[in-house]
């Protein structure tokens, strides 16, 4: 069971929008940054949203990261092929002093 | 260009232990921390720890603590991961990721290609 919650899939066709959120309390995505990650098949995990909102050199501007109260979400508008991956958020946690994840969002491009 | 080169596979029987080494390169090793995440097969990811590159101060897991100890050698620019006692439901890819700093605030940002540990009687 994570501490963040997301919804276990989520899909779209190519160009569409698609929006994956990611539900937290007051320990962590309500007082802390977000963060999101993908994890395309047998590979490791990269950072592509910091700071709730900020992209890191090299990651397209179609994806955009948002955060309110306790809540956030990565949106990926124009889909393709290749944003088919496991995206998972997380947050620092100061109750459990620690870095807590969502248990992760498969998108599928249809 | 910024990297983490993590060892090989393990496999282990219940009850013993594994150590799981992680070299950086392409940034002063001893400026950022290390953070150790583990992905059981089909599972989402579990952070474990964080240690200290710069004086080794650590921060470990409430679930695994007493089991679980990170240590770095600075002359190598390598963290190690070592977890005792492996469970079968230890079985998992071991990550190590380091520490990106924007504002003094620090993230795992880079992370290894990832260590499977296998544990089976």
């Known amino acids: 069971q994570s501490v963040l919650t997301q919804p276990p899939s989520a899909s779209g066709t190519p160009g569409q929008r698609v929006t994956i959120s990611c539900s937290g309390s007051s320990s962590n995505i309500g007082s802390n940054y977000v963060y999101w990650y993908q994890q395309l098949p047998g590979t490791a995990p990269k950072l592509l949203i910091y700071?709730?909102?900020q992209r890191p050199s090299g990651v397209p501007d179609r994806l955009s990261g948002s955060k309110s109260g306790t809540s956030a979400s990565l949106a990926i508008s124009g889909l393709r092929s290749e944003d088919e991956a496991d995206y998972y958020c997380?947050?620092?946690?100061?109750?459990?002093?620690?870095?807590?994840f969502g248990g992760g969002t498969k998108l599928t491009v249809l | 260009q910024v990297q983490l080169v993590q060892s090989g596979a393990e496999v282990k029987k219940p009850g013993a232990s594994v150590k799981v080494s992680c070299k950086a390169s392409?940034?002063?090793?001893?400026?950022?921390?290390i953070s150790w995440v583990r992905q059981a097969p089909g599972q989402g990811l579990e952070w474990m720890g964080w240690i200290s590159a710069y004086n080794g101060n650590t921060n470990y897991a409430q679930k695994l603590q007493g089991r679980v100890t990170m240590t770095t050698d600075r002359s190598t620019s390598t963290a190690y991961m070592e977890l005792r006692s492996l469970r079968s439901d230890d079985t998992a890819v071991y990550y190590c990721?380091?520490?990106?700093?924007?504002?003094?605030?620090?993230?795992?940002?880079?992370w290894g290609q990832g260590t499977t540990v296998t544990v089976s009687s």
């Open positions: 700071r709730n909102n």
């Open positions: 392409g940034y002063t090793f001893t400026s950022y921390g």
């Open positions: 990721a380091g520490d990106y700093c924007t504002n003094g605030v620090c993230y795992p940002g880079v």
């Open positions: 997380a947050a620092w946690d100061d109750s459990l002093s620690g870095w807590v």
